[in-house]
């Protein structure tokens, strides 16, 4: 991947629980360029690699800021930036990627963002607000001290619903909501997985080309069942059979292969590959259903194959 040497030049506390941390170029040099809802991965110690969503301003070419909320438990990712990264010291980070874009030739836009999933959402909102796109926002927390970026929201008070569940005596009624979000309103998701499964519930009926998901752990899928098949590398001209107890990745990485990865969790694309035959079982939280059905690409770190076989361009 293409890196990038950063160094943290201030941290804040945005909220209980969230540090607001500032980088810039390490050597002065001009930042790349990102787009709203694009993200970078930060390598930590130990081998850790974690995606964060940047959440300033697009334009500002001197500095990245992204807000990393701390986890209960802590996989090691958010512990290390709340506790151990300090101003001054340097880190690799990826260029700017993007697996959750925001389609910009829409009018309406609807944003649903749960805790730290606001970080995405920040700069669809100033998006929208510099090329006069018509949105609301939905902010929903467990508690008003979670809250993280009210006074950059502020501004905007007529267009953002909040809702503390503490205060409200329960969850936001997600159903309800979007009952009176027009049907060509492209709608932007991001928080825990339960408010996901609840609007990707709640918006079945819609078409999936208008609702957009940026997923931060993935989906319980233990009930699925894992069946063996033979991988086909093209290029490599091998054949490679995939166990029922080992994801196409790790089998391959066993045999010698080195291929790109990071959240082995279908999070992030780093290990996406195209497909040149056979039937994927899509199992990431990358590909939009459109995506899916079209089956150019898998993510191997936990896509299978419903096909005896399937052939990959590696």
Known sequence: MDELKLRVTARS???????????????????????????????????????????????????????????????????????????????????????FPLVEDSQRYQFIAGGIGITPILPMLRWCEANNRSWRLLYLLRGRARAAFLDDLAPFAGRVQTHFDDEAGGVFDIGAALNDVA??????????????????????????????????????????????????????????????????????????????????????????TAVLAGTPDHRDQILTPEEKQVSQSMMICVSRAKSPSITLDL
């Open 13 to 99: 506390l945005a909220a209980d629980g969230v540090v607001l941390i500032e980088l810039q170029p390490a050597d002065g040099e001009i930042l790349p360029g990102f787009k709203p809802g694009a993200h970078i991965e930060v390598q930590l110690p130990d081998g850790l690699r974690r995606h964060y969503s940047l959440c300033g301003d697009p334009d500002a070419r001197d500095r990245y800021r992204i807000a990393v909320a701390l986890a209960e438990p802590s996989r090691g990712g958010s512990a290390y930036m709340h506790q151990s990264l300090n101003v001054g010291d340097v880190i690799v980070t990826s260029t700017p990627r993007n697996n």
């Open 183 to 272: 049907r060509d309103a492209h709608i932007y998701c991001c928080g825990p997985g339960p408010l996901m499964e609840a609007v990707e519930q709640a918006a079945a009926d819609r078409d999936s080309a208008y609702v957009h998901f940026e997923w931060f752990t993935p989906k319980d899928q233990s009930a699925l069942a894992n069946t063996p098949f033979t991988v086909i590398l093209a290029r490599s001209r091998r054949e490679v059979a995939i166990p029922a107890d080992r994801s196409i990745l790790e089998t391959l990485q066993a045999s010698g292969m080195k291929l790109p990865f990071s959240c082995r969790e279908g999070l992030c694309a780093t290990c996406e």
